[in-house]
């Protein structure tokens, strides 16, 4: 599975940002997908999964409210919609992949991971 991010860039604070993570590859179908971020000197932090249909979704609490998480299986493409963008949620995002459909908060649960996009929201 080949994971790819586009959508990043520059915000204002109070702007909105929607990362979209297009996956390719004959295992890509149904497949849980979700989304981490990381911020330099830190671990990763979890931040939305979405199950491989789609009815199942799971957003961080630190992100609840202003963050949602859907996916398009026709294009087999998921996506991360950031409103009321805070400085603290720069950082660089990663959209990684599941074997399975299962919705999962679990960074170890992820096999495939997208090579990262950077989302910089200024004050």
């Known amino acids: 599975v080949h994971l790819v991010e586009s959508g990043g860039g520059l915000a204002q604070a109070g702007g909105s940002l929607r990362l979209s993570c297009a996956a390719s590859g004959r295992a890509s179908n149904n497949v849980a997908m979700g989304w981490f971020r990381k911020v330099a000197g830190e671990d990763y932090d979890f931040v939305a999964t979405?199950?491989?249909?789609?009815?199942?979704?799971y957003v961080a609490d630190s992100w609840k409210g202003r963050f949602t998480i859907t996916r398009d299986n026709a294009k087999n493409t998921v996506y991360l919609q950031m409103n009321s963008l805070q400085p603290e949620d720069t950082a660089v995002y990663y959209c990684?992949?599941?074997?399975?459909?299962?919705?999962?908060?679990?960074?170890?649960?992820?096999?495939?991971w997208g090579q990262g996009i950077q989302a910089t929201v200024s004050s």
């Open positions: 979405v199950s491989g249909s789609g009815t199942a979704t």
């Open positions: 990684a992949a599941r074997s399975d459909p299962y919705a999962s908060a679990i960074r170890a649960d992820y096999v495939y």
